[in-house]
């Protein structure tokens, strides 16, 4: 008869090699949502600042809705470039907004693999009315 005495630490061993890589995984899924979650709000902000500045809008006014529909991004850290300029905008021309996020890593772990920031591009072009 075999005596489970030696193998009652087993268990606890394996357990204690694969703790830091499965914490290390949840903590890269955590870190990759967040910085989706931030590229989604800026392509969407992206998108529709495009879609006022076609009918009409002023630079300011992209900006602040860009801004306003962005509220969980640091908006020290948003970059806004509309081209054309305001007064140069023709019917029938295209409208670009680039929105540039300088994403700030937040767990130290992916920040030594990545770095301290992640710069996520969107960008949105429509045909001026």
Avoid: C
Avoid at 36 to 42: D, F, G, P
Avoid at 87 to 104: A, E, K, M
């Amino acid at each position: 008869m075999k005596s489970l005495r030696n193998e009652k630490g087993q268990s606890l061993v394996e357990f204690a090699i694969l703790l830091p890589l499965l914490l290390l995984l949840m903590m890269g899924i955590l870190e990759f949502s967040l910085m989706l979650n931030s590229y989604l709000t800026i392509n969407n902000s992206a998108r529709e600042g495009a879609r006022l500045g076609i009918v009409a809008g002023s630079n300011i006014e992209i900006k602040e809705l860009i801004l306003n529909i962005s509220p969980n991004l640091d908006s020290k850290k948003l970059i806004v470039n509309i081209t054309p300029l305001e007064g140069s905008r023709q019917s029938g021309g295209t409208l670009t907004v680039d929105v540039i996020y300088n994403y700030q890593v937040i767990i130290p772990i992916i920040s030594n693999i990545l770095g301290n920031v992640v710069v996520l591009k969107a960008q949105a072009s429509m045909r001026i009315e």
